[in-house]
């Protein structure tokens, strides 16, 4: 069974930065394409970063330069990293696993079969 597990949200302030984590039980990283997908309140879920199964990388045009997104060497973890949070990046974040075309400039849900119970990324302005 596949668990998805997010840490590393909290309250700051803008400006300030936070990682979040994720760590998988019975899903092996590298086989997957791996998200961070966001929603905040009255809003749909929108995808945020992903990593894909050849390396490459895919933001969205609203965090670009401020998030990253990587995973550790031993595959098991994921991260995100975001400097200069703004009160718009409040939301609950998400992690994701699932099958894509490496690249696709376009983050869908449906492309993710696995998600994490989500952690939440509050910032005040």
């Known amino acids: 069974q596949v668990q998805l597990v997010e840490s590393g949200g909290g309250s700051v302030q803008a400006g300030g930065s936070l990682r979040l984590s994720c760590v998988g039980a019975?899903?092996?990283?590298?086989?997957?394409?791996m998200a961070w997908f966001r929603q905040a309140p009255g809003k749909e879920r929108e995808g945020v970063a992903v990593?894909?199964?050849?390396?490459?990388?895919t933001y969205a045009d609203s965090v670009k330069g401020r998030f990253t997104i990587s995973q550790d060497n031993a595959k098991i973890t994921l991260s995100l990293i975001m400097n200069s949070l703004k009160p718009e990046d409040t939301a609950m974040y998400y992690c994701?696993?699932?099958?894509?075309?490496?690249?696709?400039?376009?983050?869908?849900?449906?492309?993710?079969?696995?998600w994490g119970q989500g952690t939440q990324v509050t910032v005040s302005s």
């Open positions: 994701a696993a699932g099958s894509r075309v490496p690249g696709n400039p376009i983050m869908m849900e449906v492309d993710f079969a696995y």
């Open positions: 019975g899903v092996t990283f590298s086989k997957y394409s």
């Open positions: 990593i894909d199964t050849d390396g490459s990388t």
